[in-house]
């Protein structure tokens, strides 16, 4: 199958699973549509970034503001969702129950429920449609082989880009997770191990894996932070409980950078196979 066509194939099936949730999701909250809906999102914005760059188009990206704007409103629900999922793996491991805490979490996830569900009766899909007739537009002069080419020398970039920030995790683990997530979208629409091969895959999404931990961890660590400043006497007992638990989250963040840089060391050694077939 060209390259051209493959890509296409990847959109247009990333493109209709994000309609059927958009559907479900009109009519009911839903947990797992929320889930297959975003990471549908995520594909998308890293195909059409890819596309961006190895057809050289100036400028910035666009036709993709809205879909934008309904992924970060149904982001806000689902990391608070997350993190009372992980405030009660915390509260077993450690047998204390956060009660205020909890008790704010759950009043923040109605009202973000409800401004997740205004966004999507608001949203129409029509700017995904006419950006996959651009697109389509776009790659009809793309020949095979040169499309592959670009996207070989992309990947050399990119592992360039890599190795620099890896020796910085702890600093710019934000950055690595987008590149790692683009390159772990990019790698799946091309030729078998057209870059890395199965093992270095793998590896790739165990280090993702971690690295979505690490940020679900910061986002309960920093919801824990201004809550206990702004809503809890430092002479409760529940302020020290919180100041404790922050304390958790932060070795367990420091486990996950940990197990994540071991696994993009594995990546970067391997011998990348660029060959153009």
Aim: aromatic residues 8%; glycine residues 2%.
């Amino acid at each position: 199958m060209p390259a051209t066509n493959l890509i296409l194939l990847q959109w247009r099936k990333q493109q209709k699973v994000f309609s059927q949730n958009l559907s479900i999701l009109k009519k009911m909250p839903d947990e797992k549509a929320v889930h297959d809906l975003r990471v549908a999102v995520k594909k998308l914005r890293s195909y059409l970034l890819l596309l961006h760059t190895v057809l050289k188009k100036q400028g910035e990206i666009s036709g993709f503001e809205k879909t934008g704007q309904l992924f970060k409103v149904l982001g806000k629900h689902r990391d608070i969702e997350m993190g009372l999922i992980l405030l009660q793996d915390f509260e077993k491991r450690k047998k204390v129950t956060y009660t205020a805490f909890r008790f704010h979490l759950k009043v923040a996830l109605q009202r973000a429920q409800r401004w997740a569900q205004d966004a999507l009766s608001r949203y129409d899909d029509a700017e995904l449609t006419q950006l996959t007739k651009q697109l389509s537009q776009d790659l009809k002069e793309t020949n095979r082989l040169d499309l592959l080419k670009k996207l070989s020398s992309l990947f050399t970039s990119e592992e360039k880009k890599l190795e620099h920030l890896e020796k910085h995790l702890a600093r710019q683990p934000h950055e690595l997770r987008k590149m790692l997530k683009n390159i772990f979208y990019w790698i799946s629409i091309c030729p078998k191990d057209f870059f890395l091969n199965s093992s270095q895959i793998s590896k790739l999404k165990k280090s993702l894996d971690c690295l979505g931990s690490w940020q679900d961890h910061e986002m309960l660590r920093s919801k824990i932070k201004h809550f206990r400043k702004d809503f809890v006497p430092d002479s409760r007992e529940e302020y020290e409980k919180l100041k404790d638990l922050e304390k958790s989250i932060d070795k367990k963040m420091e486990e996950l950078l940990d197990k994540a840089g071991e696994n993009i060391q594995f990546v970067l050694k391997g011998s990348p196979n660029t060959t153009v077939r």
